[in-house]
């Protein structure tokens, strides 16, 4: 039987996602139960992609990125595909009509990574755009379920979300992009030479990023607000804790939140959903 298939496709989409992160893996706990399978399944076919052009050196990476590319738009039009990522994630797209320009923008950012390493203002707006923006609107089509009006009506905000996102990790992820990938994102910033200025700078943008994204969330229907929020809450305390560390330190390690303080984050951000004091 197909639905066999299809439930373990979904078990590797989840087992992904829990593998490689596990601050979304408790965002989507928090999710009502039937924006579960939905979710992990976008979220395994974006990292899949992502693997392809960080890690997978050695390998022909325009080759594997081109195919998986392919791939996804067999898998949506045969309606499966033998890669498990990919027939779960079909199965979304086709579900909640998530349109092939989404995915398009984000494959195109995925190909930017692979031979782009010096970001100009215009390169830097198209990276984030595919790479996050998109997504947080893939994610949007599940939650508004078909509803054209709400989705229109969160969809800026949802950019926004995934813009700050994005941006968090940039910093976050700054050692090991530019020194171990040769990446340099922000615009007009020379890493090799990151000071305090260009730190606040890239903090001011993320802080108007999440500002606006907060009005997004409280619009959201019940059983995904939730869970967003939390997602929200994490990466606003690790954008804290990176804020208050110097431009040295970014630059000289991976800033990160603790398992054990995520766990205490999840229940403080539950108490303020509770009594309604997003």
């Known amino acids: 039987m197909k639905a066999l298939f299809d439930q373990v496709s979904t078990h590797c989409s989840k087992y992904t996602t829990k593998n490689y992160s596990t601050s979304f893996s408790l965002g989507i706990y928090f999710l009502d139960k039937k924006y579960h399978t939905p979710i992990y399944n976008i979220y ?6 992502d693997e ?79 790479s996050a923006e998109v997504v947080g609107l893939m994610c949007l089509r599940v939650f508004t379920n078909g509803d054209e009006q709400s989705y229109q009506a ?19 992820d700054a050692k090991a992009d530019f020194e171990e990938l040769g990446r340099s994102y922000f615009p007009g ?6 000071t305090p200025e260009d730190k606040l700078l890239i903090e001011k943008e993320i802080e108007e990023d999440f500002e606006e994204a907060l009005k997004g969330i409280k619009m959201l229907p019940a059983g995904a607000k939730r869970g967003v929020y939390l997602a929200y809450i994490y990466y ?8 208050s560390a110097p431009a040295s330190r970014v630059m000289s390690e991976r800033i990160r939140i603790s398992n ?17 004091m997003l």
């Open 236 to 243: 606003r305390k690790l954008f804290g804790k990176i804020k």
């Open 44 to 49: 395994g076919f974006v990292r899949f992609a």
């Open 52 to 130: 392809i052009v960080d890690t997978f050196e050695g390998y022909d990476q325009d080759y594997l990125l081109n195919k998986f590319w392919q791939d996804t738009y067999e898998a949506i039009e045969q309606g499966i595909s033998l890669n498990p990522i990919l027939n779960s994630f079909q199965h979304t797209v086709n579900k909640y009509n998530i349109e092939r320009e989404l995915i398009d923008t984000f494959m195109k950012s995925m190909a930017m990574d692979l031979n782009k390493k010096i970001y100009s203002l215009e390169g830097y707006k198209e990276y984030i755009l595919g």
């Open 189 to 194: 910033v020379n890493l090799a030479e990151f």
């Open 154 to 172: 969160m969809k800026p905000y949802a950019m926004r979300l995934g813009a700050a996102f994005q941006k968090v990790n940039f910093l976050r």
């Open 260 to 276: 054990p303080r995520k766990f205490t984050l999840m229940m403080s951000s539950m108490l303020r959903y509770q009594f309604n």
